[in-house]
């Protein structure tokens, strides 16, 4: 694969990634300025950088960037002598991740088993998928507390 090439599917993974977070509840263009910084060669970008990179105006990649570091998904670096600011992916402790979606699944689990326990027939099929996926998702953070403790 030549340079044009690969350049070319780094753009089209960068929309990729930035639709699926979309449905995540990440705006587009967040989710597309995420998707830059972690698929690019270039591990930082300052603002303007990203601005022209993402053909964006100054007021969407600021409410994008102001986001993203709220979701701690981004920080950025300064450097001496120099006043701009460098933005990058926050690679934070790969146990503070893993305890948001250990978080997420015992409180979806919890709402289902209530749910569950309000139904008046405990074995309809909704309640039974929802015991199943209840179920799934505690098995999941045993799963995820045996990783934790091995790493």
């Known amino acids: 694969m030549n340079e044009h090439e690969r ?9 990729t990634i930035g639709r699926n977070l979309e449905k995540q509840g990440i705006q587009p263009v967040a989710g597309r ?3 830059m910084l972690m698929v690019m060669d270039k591990e930082e970008y300052t603002f303007d950088e990203i601005v022209e990179e993402m053909k964006i105006s ?34 934070s402790d790969v146990n503070k991740l893993i305890e948001g979606v250990k978080k997420k699944f015992q409180t979806d689990a919890d709402i289902f088993d209530e749910v569950i326990s309000l139904k008046k027939d405990s074995n309809s099929k909704n309640a039974c998928a929802l015991k199943a996926i209840s179920k799934g998702m505690r098995y999941f953070i045993t799963i995820l507390e045996n990783f934790q403790n091995k790493i």
């Open 33 to 35: 300025i995420l998707g």
């Open 58 to 91: 100054k007021s969407s990649a600021s409410n994008a960037l102001r986001n993203l570091e709220l979701r701690e998904a981004i920080e950025y670096v300064t450097y001496p002598g120099d006043r701009k600011r460098y933005f990058r992916i926050s690679f």
């Open 7 to 15: 350049i070319t599917r780094q753009k089209e993974l960068i929309e």
